[in-house]
């Protein structure tokens, strides 16, 4: 399998309806806004749905698709038994992992791994070596630190325009503690949504990044698939089934690996409106794919 041969640019349009994208947890799980009030949703948090579509498309696969397991899995969505990345590192690499052959292997078996790249930094399982004279230990195997960088960035998505937040407060209907005669504090609480938004978020896939980690074409296109059902089995009680949707993909496909334009130049020629409709402008020979949501 060839690594990724043209350099790949993309955008992904989507609609927020009364729900909560991305909750701030230092500001109260508020959706997060910039200092001009734009709607915010990090990379983390949509680089998180893009492994969850991944993971679930390789369990219907019956797990057996091999070089397309996912590393970073969430507890509440894990597919196998290991109880943290290191135990999952353990559990696929044995011996080899903090060997010369850690990021290779780990390429080969993890797509994310081989997408977005990551940081093996685990403590050693060795015990403490002896005391020095001052106290302090000796040095010896601190554990493993391996960075793998890859080829694929995605952007943290930005509201189109301002974006409008309703809080409500809201009251349990049961005492979690006593003897449910008296309502405590506990029993309030504070829900917040965002009433409408258009959002965009964009990225890139570099071949030259890809020749490290072997992200290949066939990554891409199945990364390519799963946009148009980010949301899809994503619901949750700040976002019902249904209040998040991808309207448009837009797919820019370079002729080679260094990109006739610029990702910056790129981007640029995609011009969102608040309803969700767009625009693009002219590029010369790079014509891109527009592809509806699910």
């Given at each position: 399998?060839?690594?990724?041969?043209?350099?790949?640019?993309?955008?992904?349009?989507?609609?927020?309806?009364?729900a909560?994208?991305?909750?701030?947890?230092?500001?109260?799980?508020?959706?997060?806004?910039?200092?001009s009030?734009?709607?915010?949703?990090?990379?983390?948090s949509?680089?998180?749905?893009?492994?969850?579509?991944?993971?679930?498309?390789?369990?219907?696969?019956?797990?057996?698709?091999?070089?397309?397991?996912?590393?970073?899995?969430?507890?509440?969505?894990?597919?196998?038994?290991?109880?943290s990345?290191?135990?999952?590192?353990?559990?696929?690499?044995?011996?080899?992992?903090?060997?010369?052959?850690?990021?290779?292997?780990?390429?080969?078996?993890?797509?994310?791994?081989?997408?977005?790249?990551?940081l093996?930094?685990?403590?050693?399982?060795?015990?403490?070596?002896?005391?020095?004279?001052d106290?302090?230990?000796?040095?010896?195997?601190?554990?493993?630190s391996?960075?793998?960088?890859?080829?694929?960035?995605?952007?943290?998505?930005?509201?189109?325009?301002?974006?409008?937040?309703?809080?409500?407060?809201?009251?349990?209907?049961?005492?979690?503690?006593?003897?449910?005669?008296?309502?405590?504090?506990?029993?309030?609480?504070?829900?917040?949504?965002?009433?409408?938004?258009?959002?965009?978020?964009?990225?890139?896939?570099?071949?030259?990044?890809?020749?490290?980690?072997?992200?290949?074409?066939?990554?891409?296109?199945?990364?390519?698939?799963?946009?148009?059902?980010?949301?899809?089995?994503?619901?949750?009680?700040?976002?019902?089934?249904?209040?998040?949707?991808?309207?448009?993909?837009?797919?820019?496909?370079?002729n080679?690996?260094?990109?006739?334009?610029?990702?910056?130049?790129?981007?640029?020629?995609?011009?969102?409106?608040?309803?969700?409709?767009?625009?693009?402008?002219?590029?010369?020979?790079?014509?891109?794919?527009?592809?509806d949501g699910?």
């Open positions: 399998m060839t690594t990724l041969q043209n350099k790949i640019d993309f955008a992904v349009i989507l609609r927020v309806k009364n909560n994208p991305n909750g701030d947890p230092l500001n109260g799980n508020r959706p997060r806004t910039d200092y009030n734009f709607g915010e949703m990090t990379d983390v949509i680089k998180r749905k893009i492994r969850d579509r991944l993971l679930e498309r390789w369990v219907a696969n019956g797990k057996n698709d091999d070089g397309n397991m996912i590393f970073v899995q969430s507890d509440d969505r894990k597919a196998d038994e290991a109880k990345l290191r135990g999952r590192a353990e559990a696929v690499l044995g011996n080899k992992l903090g060997s010369d052959e850690t990021a290779k292997i780990a390429c080969e078996k993890w797509i994310d791994v081989r997408a977005f790249g990551q093996f930094a685990l403590k050693s399982n060795k015990k403490a070596g002896k005391k020095k004279e106290g302090s230990d000796e040095e010896g195997d601190t554990g493993v391996i960075g793998i960088r890859g080829p694929v960035t995605v952007q943290s998505a930005f509201s189109v325009e301002p974006i409008d937040i309703t809080s409500t407060q809201i009251t349990k209907s049961v005492s979690g503690e006593g003897d449910g005669t008296k309502r405590g504090s506990d029993t309030m609480g504070m829900k917040h949504r965002v009433d409408h938004g258009v959002y965009v978020f964009k990225g890139s896939m570099n071949p030259q990044l890809a020749e490290r980690t072997g992200f290949s074409d066939t990554d891409a296109e199945t990364i390519k698939q799963i946009f148009p059902k980010l949301f899809e089995n994503d619901e949750s009680a700040a976002r019902p089934a249904g209040s998040m949707e991808v309207l448009k993909v837009i797919w820019w496909k370079h080679c690996k260094s990109g006739q334009y610029s990702s910056a130049r790129a981007h640029r020629s995609l011009t969102v409106k608040p309803d969700g409709s767009y625009s693009l402008s002219n590029l010369e020979d790079l014509t891109p794919e527009e592809i699910f």
